[in-house]
C-alpha cells in the first residue's frame, strides 16, 4: 500500500501562483508514476499532469501546459506541481495519485486538497 498525502491548497486571485506537494509513504519503491488530477464542482475528474518516477517524463493536460509544472522528488518520496498564471477554470478540488509498477494503474489516491481561484 502506499498513502499519499497533498498540501497547499488555498484561495488565490487570478494570475497568482500556488505550489501543491504530494508526500508518499509505504511501499514507495513499487511507484511507477505520479500524477495530479483535479475535480470542478459538478463535473468528472480530468488528468492534469503525471510524472515517470524512473528516467522523470513528464505529461500535461493541455489546458494546462505553459502554465503548471509536476516535479518529483524519489529521494524524499514528494511530487510537486507548481501552478503559475491560474485562471478562475483552475478551481477545483485536486488529487495526487499514484500507479504502481505492477499495475501501471492508479491504484493509489491522496485525500484532495481545495484550489480555489477568484476573478
Known amino acids: 500500500q502506499v498513502r499519499l498525502v497533498e498540501s497547499g491548497g488555498g484561495l488565490v486571485q487570478a494570475g497568482g501562483s500556488l505550489r501543491l506537494s504530494c508526500a508518499a509513504s509505504?511501499?514507495?519503491?513499487?511507484?511507477?508514476?505520479m500524477a495530479w488530477f483535479r475535480q470542478a464542482p459538478g463535473q468528472e475528474r480530468e488528468f492534469v499532469a503525471a510524472l515517470t518516477w524512473s528516467g522523470g517524463s513528464t505529461t500535461y493536460a493541455d489546458s494546462v501546459k505553459g502554465r503548471l509544472t509536476i516535479s518529483g522528488d524519489t529521494a524524499k518520496n514528494t511530487v510537486s506541481l507548481q501552478m503559475n498564471s491560474l485562471k478562475p477554470e483552475d478551481t477545483a478540488v485536486y488529487y495526487c495519485a499514484a500507479a504502481a509498477v505492477s499495475s501501471r494503474v492508479y491504484d493509489y489516491w491522496g485525500q484532495g486538497t481545495q484550489v480555489t481561484v477568484s476573478s
Open positions: 509505504g511501499r514507495t519503491g513499487t511507484i511507477y508514476r
